[in-house]
Structure formats: C-alpha cells, structure tokens
T-cell receptor, first 114, second 113 residues
Framework: EAQVTQNPRYLITVTGKKLTVTCSQNMNHEYMSWYRQDPGLGLRQIYYSMNVEVTDKGDVPEGYKVSRKEKRNFPLILESPSPNQTSLYFC?????????????FGPGTRLTVL | QKEVEQDPGPLSVPEGAIVSLNCTYSNSAFQYFMWYRQYSRKGPELLMY????GNKEDGRFTAQVDKSSKYISLFIRDSQPSDSATYLC?????????????FGTGTRLTIIP
C-alpha cells in the first residue's frame, strides 16, 4: 500500500529535551515536506526537500532541523523543544511525475511540549 | 491579512442538504486550486483539483473557481454523514511537484443523520 508513515503518533515531552519525529514514504517520491497545523493558522510548511541531501526552509523553520540522507526518509528534529512547538505535525510527499502537485500526507504526530 | 481566507465554521447541516464551502485569496498569481478533506485523526487527502477558472465535477462534488473575484467554492450535493470532516482549500502558483501549497485554515463540517 502506497503510504506516508510517521512515528510517533503522539508524544508528550518537556522543554529542552531533544526529539526526532520520523517520516517515511514508499512511493519513491522526490519531494518531501513537513507541516505544522494549528487552530486558526491552518497548515504551514516548516521545511521541504527536493531530493536527497537537498533541503530548504519553509514558512516557519525556526526551532526545527531536517535531514534527507535517503530518498524515502525525512526526519524532523527538535533540538530544544519549547511549548510554542506544541502542535500537530504532518509529513507529506509528492512527485514530479504527477501532472499536478498532489501532496500525500502522513497520519500526523501530535506533539505536546510541557 | 492572510493570503487565503476560509471560514472555520463549524458548519452543521442535515443529511441530504447541499453544502457550500468557500475560500477567498489575495494573490492573483495562483493558478491551481485544490480541496483537501481531513477526517479526524488523519492527514489531509486530495479531494478536488482545478486549474484556473471554471467548474469541475466529480460525483457529488463540484469545485468552482472565479479568478476575477479571487473566490473558490466546493459544493457537496446529497450530503452524507461520511462527508463529516474538515475541508481545506489550497492553492499554488504552478503544478510542479515541489511547488508550495498555501492552505486555508479549514472548515469543519458535520452532516447530521
């Protein structure tokens, strides 16, 4: 089954404790992105990657890091989480082979930073 | 002012009613317009995709784009309880796979049996 997977699905942590949210896709997509979804603000792009070893900032990159060492994986790293990073996070992938830029989203990771 | 405005609702309608969901936008360069549906505890999934102005129909769903008014709509006919979800409009400048999508905040819809 073609899908984007994220782990963990739920995470409660404390301020300053480094964490990583993993994302993996099995569709051989070139492009991957991370979004956060907040009430009243909608989905905002954090970082995106055009291919292996190619990443760039989205609209709200502060406090986040990413890496793309393999085509299928795109982990999101919070080196020193703060309460304002409490949010619902989505990983997404897409491909240049599509005639339109459909984003395939993972199931989401709900993060709470205390 | 946000680049894309969408009424967050919530919107509750009885089963069988026609539902109208709308977004307005400020960037006249947007060419591609999408509607994503997001069920509770799930990621968004693409529902409708439209290029430029005009209508597009897919079963009970119709997407309309009026670029002159910077206004897009999604109509759901014969609404069903399974249509209960949050609907997100999205738009982009091009159809390249890496093109950034700008999303509305989403409208939460409940269809009452």
């Amino acid at each position: 089954e073609a899908q984007v997977t994220q782990n963990p699905r739920y995470l409660i942590t404390v301020t300053g404790k480094k964490l990583t949210v993993t994302c993996s896709q099995n569709m051989n997509h070139e492009y991957m992105s991370w979004y956060r979804q907040d009430p009243g603000l909608g989905l905002r792009q954090i970082y995106y990657s055009m291919n292996v070893e190619v990443t760039d900032k989205g609209d709200v990159p502060e406090g986040y890091k990413v890496s793309r060492k393999e085509k299928r994986n795109f982990p999101l790293i919070l080196e020193s989480p703060s309460p304002n990073q409490t949010s619902l996070y989505f990983c997404a992938s897409s491909t240049r082979e599509s005639s339109y830029n459909e984003q395939f989203f993972g199931p989401g990771t709900r993060l709470t930073v205390l | 002012q946000k680049e894309v405005e969408q009424d967050p609702g919530p919107l509750s309608v009885p089963e069988g009613a026609i539902v109208s969901l709308n977004c307005t936008y400020s960037n006249s360069a947007f060419q591609y317009f999408m509607w994503y549906r997001q069920y509770s505890r799930k990621g968004p999934e693409l529902l409708m995709y439209t290029y430029s102005s005009g209508n597009k129909e897919d079963g009970r769903f119709t997407a309309q784009v009026d670029k002159s008014s910077k206004y897009i709509s999604l109509f759901i006919r014969d609404s069903q309880p399974s249509d209960s979800a949050t609907y997100l409009c999205a738009m982009s400048l091009s159809n390249f796979g890496n093109e950034k999508l700008t999303f509305g905040t989403g409208t939460r819809l409940t269809i009452i049996p």
